[in-house]
């Protein structure tokens, strides 16, 4: 049994592939706890070149805030799906750059198990667009389970 299970989602369609794996976890008793998790990028962990000097300290603000609303809301409405299941589901927004906040959280919270959706990319196009799920599964030390998207195409 699984005493901590952390699901980190972005608010795509494509993550919330994981979500009946976790259902089932749940339902078999194999999830004590059940944690969501999403990043809101924070404005100041985002590339955005000369752009950047034009925006004021308040206005970048707003942007983190407003991010961090919309993170809260989308992770109120996956687990309130969850929430008959019998595990408490728990909700925890973080800032940063995705792969190092939720590496840090995964050691940080003692969380025994990461559910995680994947493109399943391979060779350039991994290189090129980078892996979320791949960083997790090289820097925490839990078992990662990473679930494939529906339609994902092997060796993209």
Request: glycine residues 8%.
């Amino acid at each position: 049994m699984y005493q901590k299970v952390m699901v980190p989602l972005d608010g795509s369609e494509l993550a919330e592939c994981v979500i009946p794996h976790v259902e089932s976890l749940i339902k078999s008793g194999q999830a004590k706890q059940v944690v969501l998790v999403r990043v809101a990028e924070s404005y100041d962990s985002l590339s955005w070149g000369q752009a950047s000097a034009y925006m004021g300290d308040e206005e970048k603000k707003n942007f983190d805030v407003s991010h961090q609303k919309v993170a809260r809301e989308y992770l109120d409405d996956i687990a309130s799906r969850l929430a008959s299941g019998g595990a408490p589901v728990e909700k925890m927004v973080l800032a940063g750059r995705a792969s190092e906040e939720l590496s840090d959280y995964a050691k940080k919270n003692k969380v025994d198990l990461v559910v995680i959706s994947t493109h399943g990319r391979s060779g350039v196009s991994r290189w090129v667009m980078g892996s979320v799920a791949d960083r997790l599964l090289r820097s925490t030390s839990a078992p990662v389970l990473m679930v494939r998207a529906p339609g994902c195409i092997p060796g993209m």
